[in-house]
């Protein structure tokens, strides 16, 4: 189904509820919510669950992951009774990778971090995404520097101009704490160990006081470029290269 790009503006003035029982009602079955189980993923599949029970849900395993992350996955699938679509990476590509540059190459240079992104996570989405017309993010615009104008819908030109949906964009961090607060919604339990952000485990750490939510993710890297490839593009030409080295080893 298509939709006039000049008319997805007028979803900005909608609540999440609507954005979501509008493409729910436009796109399931070829809608899946996008899911890594922060605070933010889980109040969208709360919502969305309530629209429409049957609501698609994927995630990427990139198997990095905290045990508490694969906890919540458990928990999410018996509290709502939904069968959790796990992606997976290549597995010769993720050989290749660690042969090369070892198993832990992220932290030897921004370059590498998006090469393993890359195999882990944008490779694995573009495979979820392959057989969607439309998928469901929980961005919020004041998460970082680089979502400041993430809309509440919008075509994904990264992945072959589907429709992309950002139902709680406009939602501040309290909004969704009270949320989870409010619907007793289960969350991952490294909340409650000073995380603010949770992705791959060594990706991952506590903030200090004063930090912004995101300052846990990738510390090592400046916050205007710090993104693992899923929502946002900055390919160095050296992060060409390895990707050009990789896909030739793997093909
Ligand atoms: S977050 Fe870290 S471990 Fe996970 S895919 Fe990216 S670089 Fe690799």
Redesign the pocket.
């Known amino acids: 189904m298509s939709i006039a790009v000049d008319d997805l503006t007028r979803f900005d003035e909608q609540s999440a509820e609507e954005v979501l029982a509008w493409a729910l009602d436009t796109y399931h079955p070829r809608l899946a919510i996008s899911a890594a189980f922060l605070v933010e993923d889980m109040v969208v599949i709360d919502l969305a669950h309530k629209i429409d029970p049957g609501v698609r849900v994927f995630t990427l395993d990139?198997g990095?992951l905290p045990q508490e992350t694969y906890q919540l996955i458990d928990d999410v699938r018996s509290k709502y009774n939904i069968d959790i679509e796990v992606q997976f990476p290549d597995a010769s590509q993720t050989q290749a990778l660690v042969r090369k540059h070892g198993m832990n190459l992220?932290y030897k240079d921004q370059a590498l971090?998006?090469l393993?992104?890359q195999?882990?996570?944008v490779f694995p989405l573009e495979k979820a995404l392959s057989g969607l017309d439309a998928w469901v993010t929980g961005l919020r615009r004041d998460q970082n520097v680089t979502r400041t104008n993430v809309p509440k819908v919008g075509v994904d030109h990264a992945h072959g101009d589907i429709i992309k949906i950002n139902p709680i964009a406009d939602w501040s961090k309290d909004r969704v704490l009270a949320y989870i607060k409010d619907n007793k919604v289960p969350y991952n339990a490294l909340y409650d160990q000073g995380y603010t952000s949770i992705?791959?485990?060594?990706?991952?750490r506590p903030i200090q006081p004063g930090e912004e939510d995101r300052a846990g993710?990738?510390w090592w890297e400046d916050a205007a470029t710090k993104e693992?490839g899923l929502h946002h593009q900055s390919p160095s030409e050296r992060f060409q290269e390895e990707l050009a080295w990789l896909k030739d080893e793997t093909r």
């Open positions: 990139t990095r992220f971090r998006l393993c992104c195999v882990r996570k992705g791959c485990a060594p990706c991952t993710r990738w693992c």
